[in-house]
């Protein structure tokens, strides 16, 4: 496998995980009767559109729009993510 392959394919999996991390993630905020679930569930779209945006043409996929795509992961978690510590 070519370094670049390996490349997509390692950033596909990290795309996969947090997208199952979200869906976790809203799960538990709906049973704890969390009252932004709408509010934050809409963060994560933002985030799935991005990232589903990227994985259907990895052709335009370029060093910047990864780093920005983790930067807004990184600050969804340590920003948006700690508004629902105190009901979990």
Not at 41 to 47: A, G, M
Not at 50 to 75: E, R, T
Request: charged content about 25%; proline content about 1%; glycine content about 4%.
């Amino acid at each position: 496998m070519t370094r670049t392959r390996r490349f997509f394919a390692v950033l596909d999996e990290a795309l996969q995980y947090t997208f199952d991390h979200f869906s976790f993630e809203e799960s538990l905020l709906q049973a704890r009767g969390f009252g932004r679930l709408t509010q934050h569930k809409s963060l994560h779209d933002d985030i799935r559109s991005g990232a589903q945006a990227m994985k259907i043409n990895w052709d335009v996929v370029s060093p910047k729009l990864v780093k920005d795509l983790m930067a807004q992961i990184v600050a969804h978690i340590t920003q948006a993510d700690m508004e629902y510590v105190g009901h979990i």
